[in-house]
């Protein structure tokens, strides 16, 4: 199983990202697929997750309204559209599958290499 994280970069606060993470080994379609970040010194965060063959989708409530999780399932790939983006956005941002649909780290039994984003002006 891989998760391939794309997308990170700099960006000024109240800007957009999108990011992507393409997964390939699993069934994708019944396979939860969420997004994590870790800040320095701090917890790593479930932000969002998605099972895409029935849509269904968990947010955080510091994303909930800004960031949206989308899939593509003819491509294995899920997005992170992240719009207004805040300083305290900045983190390693990380993919993950798991048969669960959660918030929890734990449950993931598979990650990908992380991706940067700075929201700085």
């Known amino acids: 199983v891989q998760l391939q994280a794309c997308g990170g970069g700099l960006v000024q606060p109240g800007g957009s990202l999108r990011l992507s993470c393409a997964v390939s080994g699993l069934t994708f379609g019944n396979s939860a697929i969420a997004w994590f970040r870790q800040a320095p010194g701090k917890e790593r965060e479930g932000i969002a997750c998605?099972?895409?063959?029935?849509?269904?989708?968990v947010y955080s409530d510091s994303v909930k309204g800004r960031f949206t999780i989308a899939s593509d399932n003819a491509k294995n790939t899920v997005y992170l559209q992240m719009n207004s983006l805040k300083p305290e956005d900045s983190a390693v941002y990380y993919c993950?599958?798991?048969?669960?649909?959660?918030?929890?780290?734990?449950?993931?039994?598979?990650w990908g290499q992380g991706t940067l984003v700075t929201v700085s002006s």
């Open positions: 998605i099972v895409s063959d029935n849509d269904d989708t």
């Open positions: 993950a599958a798991s048969k669960s649909l959660s918030r929890r780290a734990a449950l993931y039994d598979y």
